[in-house]
Antibody, heavy 119, light 109 residues
Framework: QLQLRESGPGLVKPSDTLSLTCIVS??????????WGWIRQSPGKGLEWIGS???????YYKPSLVNRVSISVDTSSNQFSLRLTSVTATDTAVYYC???????????WGQGTLVIVSS | QSVLTQPPSVSAAPGQKVTISCSGS????????VSWYQQLPGTAPKLLIY???KRPSEIPDRFSGSKSGTSATLAITGLQTGDEADYYC??????????FGGGTKLSVL
């Protein structure tokens, strides 16, 4: 059974960079068919897709975030990462990592990690 | 403002049937398959339906999906109190990004 678990700081200062890692267990990340992505949910709000990347580096990002976001996949360590620069309070959310079946849909999700942007 | 439009809430009595709509455009639903997610309070979303109408093996057949043109529908029959959750539709968009609906809160009265 594939399991994903997010890790990273729960508090980030405004204008800093948010960095999260997703550790994948119970399965291989090597199949290029799968994408590995991040989805967030602001408090009391709906789901927002951030972006996803394959193990070969083919990546897609939400257009409004493309200038601030990058996702990298490390199959040798069975993990992938999110980097979001110049964060503001509007980036406060629960961040979920997920495996995507092709470009979409996400079929396995991590439990989520709350990141608060505050000084 | 979400790209896909869902009703904010729906409700029905235990044992009844409820449907949740998801409206999009030719840029998304009209040319791509739709998936549905169930998010129980305080938990991560779970895939309920993919490719418009397919269910992962662990999802009971009380849950079904359909698509017509630029809209999709999730139907839940034999409602149980444990079905109370937020439900989201999602699909790929011509902007080369994934999009979700705003979510629908299901209340089982």
């Amino acid at each position: 059974q594939l399991q994903l678990r997010e890790s990273g700081p729960g508090l980030v200062k405004p204008s800093d960079t948010l960095s999260l890692t997703c550790i994948v267990s119970g399965g291989s990340m090597s199949r290029s068919f799968y994408y590995w992505g991040w989805i967030r949910q602001s408090p009391g709000k709906g789901l927002e897709w951030i972006g996803s990347s394959s193990s070969t580096g083919s990546a897609y990002y939400k257009p409004s975030l493309v200038n601030r976001v990058s996702i990298s996949v490390d199959t040798s360590s069975n993990q992938f990462s999110l980097r979001l620069t110049s964060v503001t309070a509007t980036d406060t959310a629960v961040y979920y990592c997920a495996r995507l079946d092709g470009l979409f849909p996400p079929d396995s999700w991590g439990q989520g990690t709350l990141v608060i942007v505050s000084s | 403002q979400s790209v896909l439009t869902q009703p904010p809430s729906v409700s029905a009595a235990p044992g009844q049937k409820v449907t949740i709509s998801c409206s999009g455009s030719s840029s998304n639903i009209g040319n791509n398959v739709v998936s549905w997610y169930q998010q129980l309070p305080g938990t991560a979303p779970k895939l309920l339906i993919y490719d418009n109408d397919k269910r992962p093996s662990e999802i009971p057949d009380r849950f079904s999906g359909s698509k017509s043109g630029t809209s999709a529908t999730l139907a839940i029959t034999g409602l149980q109190t444990g079905d109370e959750a937020d439900y989201y539709c999602g699909t790929w968009d011509s902007s080369l990004s994934a999009v979700f609906g705003g979510g629908t809160k299901l209340s089982v009265l």
